[in-house]
């Protein structure tokens, strides 16, 4: 399937400060979005998803924005916790229910 | 959410022998999948699990080496046969959710070491 990338591998963040990570996606046929959190020994904990008829959905402290002229995916996190440090995928349903999933962005929120 | 269980969590193993995963969730699930996480790396899909039927299995993978059983609609094994090194990773498996969007929710994984 074609790609699905992130901007940046890593993010340093201090507490209380706002995160962003990026992610560019190349098919164009993608209608449906995932934000994932995983963290050290554990398996992905979705966070917030989008269909690709909307531009913004928001969560508890997390917004996801979706721009699909530039094909770029967006995971805003509010005030950002310790508790939010770990591994961010983003990842796109390209065929059927499958994910393709991308590289993944390590947050780490430092005191 | 569902819930998901893996058995087991983790396992050390030697070449040439095979593993078997099994995925457990707590409702019935239409559709369940297996997907690979090398160390240090992004999940891969590795095949859908078909309820009653043969599993489909993505590019570069087949069933010889990762066959697959879905006997009913909560539980599904991943074996993992004739394992090398390159096999070492975790492999998780997840469903679909019943809610309005496909939301996917994922098994804590297993943690494959082949020695």
């Known amino acids: 399937g074609e790609s699905v990338g992130l901007h940046l591998p890593t993010l340093s963040v201090q507490e209380g400060d706002n995160s962003i990570i990026n992610c560019a996606y190349s098919?164009?046929?993608?209608?449906?979005f995932i934000w994932y959190k995983q963290e050290s020994g554990k398996g992905p904990q979705f966070i917030i998803d989008i269909r690709s008829n909307m531009d913004k959905r928001q969560g508890q402290r997390v917004t996801v924005l979706l721009n699909k002229t530039v094909k770029h995916l967006s995971l805003q996190i509010a005030a950002t916790q310790p508790g939010d440090s770990a591994v961010y995928f983003c990842?796109?349903?390209?065929?059927?229910?499958?994910?393709?999933f991308g590289k993944g962005t390590s947050l780490l929120v430092t005191p | 959410s569902a819930v998901i269980s893996q058995k087991p969590s983790r396992d050390i193993c030697q070449r040439g022998t095979s593993l078997t995963i099994q995925c457990q969730v707590d409702?019935?699930?239409?559709?369940m999948f297996w997907y690979r996480q090398q160390p240090g790396q992004s999940l891969t899909l590795i095949a859908t699990?078909?309820?009653?039927?043969?599993?489909?299995?993505e590019s570069g993978f087949v069933i010889d080496k990762f066959p697959i059983s879905r006997p009913n609609l909560t539980f599904s094994t991943l074996t993992v046969s004739n394992m090398s090194p390159e096999d070492s990773s975790i492999y998780l498996c997840?469903?679909?959710?019943?809610?309005?969007?496909?939301?996917?929710?994922f098994g804590p994984g297993t943690r494959l070491t082949v020695l």
């Open positions: 990842a796109e349903n390209y065929s059927g229910y499958a994910l393709n």
């Open positions: 997840s469903v679909l959710g019943t809610g309005i969007l496909d939301e996917q929710f």
């Open positions: 699990a078909n309820q009653g039927s043969e599993a489909t299995y």
């Open positions: 409702s019935q699930v239409t559709m």
């Open positions: 098919n164009s046929a993608s209608d449906y």
